[in-house]
């Protein structure tokens, strides 16, 4: 039962879908490989509710450190001085990243966002696991990921021949009798010109143990607990990222 809710919005998508071409904009390789990431490169996404519509802090992500298989990337949010750090492995895979909706948590081997060379139609299916630093307990993840095709996409910051990937994951991330595994999808409109996403959309779902009863909004999955606890998928937020300004070398 745990993957219905994911196996549901998938056939959605599909079949609302049009199918994405396969064959590259003229002058774009149809292979595009690992991007050259260099300190200095930065990227500024706004940020809004694909539920509500509202907005949300803009997000600067800046590279301060790129060397071999190490990139060390200064994530901050309009408006709060604070400055978050993450690591990835020089392709864009995640080994110190906030999972979608969650915590930071560390990977190993990386969490495999992207499969370079990308090439539409291409898919790839990895697994880690992921520890969360703040308290040493480890997870097992699972991401089954897809090139779906090229897409000519128009965001504040122009427009872009990019490649749309998919991804679906399974967290086993859990607290006891308050949540239990997560089901997340992650969707990004790569675009080599810019070394990075110009979109992104995230949203997930995870298992909550809540008393009383189920409340209006939320799906049973299973039957209760004993202790009057009842199982159901809580919705989490979706979120959807636009590039507004990058810099580049």
Not at 135 to 163: H, S
Not at 202 to 209: G, L, P
């Amino acid at each position: 039962m745990k993957r219905l809710y994911l196996a549901s919005v998938l056939l959605t998508l599909a079949a609302c879908a049009t199918p994405l071409p396969q064959t590259p904009p003229a002058g774009v390789s149809a292979q595009v490989p690992a991007p050259q990431i260099r300190p200095g490169d930065e990227w500024t996404y706004s940020v809004r509710d694909g539920f509500t519509g509202l907005t949300r802090p803009a997000v600067r992500h800046r590279v301060t450190e790129a060397a071999g298989d190490r990139v060390v990337v200064a994530v901050t949010r309009e408006g709060t001085p604070a400055e978050e750090v993450q690591v990835y492995d020089g392709r864009w895979n995640w080994l110190k990243h906030p999972a979608t909706n969650m915590q930071v948590f560390e990977y190993s081997p990386a969490y495999q966002a992207f499969a370079f060379p990308l090439t539409a139609g291409a898919n790839w299916q990895a697994r880690s696991t992921a520890t969360d630093p703040a308290t040493g307990k480890r997870f097992p993840v699972r991401i089954d990921g897809t090139v779906l095709g090229w897409e000519r996409v128009r965001v504040p910051a122009g427009e872009f021949d990019a490649l749309k990937v998919r991804r679906v994951v399974f967290l086993n991330y859990f607290e006891p009798s308050v949540r239990e595994h997560s089901e997340i999808i992650e969707t990004e409109w790569y675009a080599p010109a810019v070394k990075q996403a110009v979109r992104r959309e995230t949203t997930s779902r995870y298992m909550s143990f809540l008393h009383g009863g189920i409340e209006p909004g939320f799906m049973r999955v299973r039957g209760g607990r004993g202790d009057g606890s009842a199982p159901r998928m809580t919705q989490d937020d979706w979120l959807i990222y636009e590039l507004t300004n990058h810099r580049t070398r």
